[in-house]
């Protein structure tokens, strides 16, 4: 089992940044994969990036160059670093981890997930 925390959002103006952070613990983190996820009311939720030991971090062309995932194994920790933030990416996010060796895109792939933080963007 993996327990997965998140912390770091709040209410942001367009163009700000933040640093979601999601402490794991339980299985060796180190070997899973870490998943970043967002869902806005409405809608489905969606994959913005990953980064796996193996396969390095991928990233949605949505938020590609804007958005910058790193994971750190000492502290089991993963991070999603947001710049030039827009009312769009306004959403909650969650931090997943998977025992995929690449990093899938597929909320189903993913077992263990985070309660969840919410991240507002004002205009």
């Known amino acids: 089992q993996v327990q997965m925390v998140e912390s770091g959002g709040g209410l942001v103006q367009a163009g700000g940044s933040l640093r979601l952070s999601c402490a794991a613990s339980?299985?060796?983190?180190?070997?899973?994969?870490a998943g970043w996820f967002r869902q806005a009311p409405g809608k489905e939720r969606e994959f913005l990036g990953g980064?796996?030991?193996?396969?390095?971090?991928k990233y949605a062309d949505s938020v590609k160059g804007r958005f910058t995932i790193s994971k750190d194994n000492a502290k089991s920790t993963v991070y999603l670093q947001m710049d030039n933030l827009k009312p769009e990416d306004t959403a909650v996010y969650s931090c997943?981890?998977?025992?995929?060796?690449?990093?899938?895109?597929?909320?189903?792939?993913?077992?263990?997930w985070g309660q969840g933080t919410q991240v507002t963007v004002s205009s």
């Open positions: 339980g299985r060796a983190f180190s070997t899973l994969t």
């Open positions: 980064v796996s030991w193996s396969s390095g971090t």
């Open positions: 997943a981890a998977s025992i995929k060796m690449n990093v899938p895109t597929e909320v189903r792939l993913y077992a263990y």
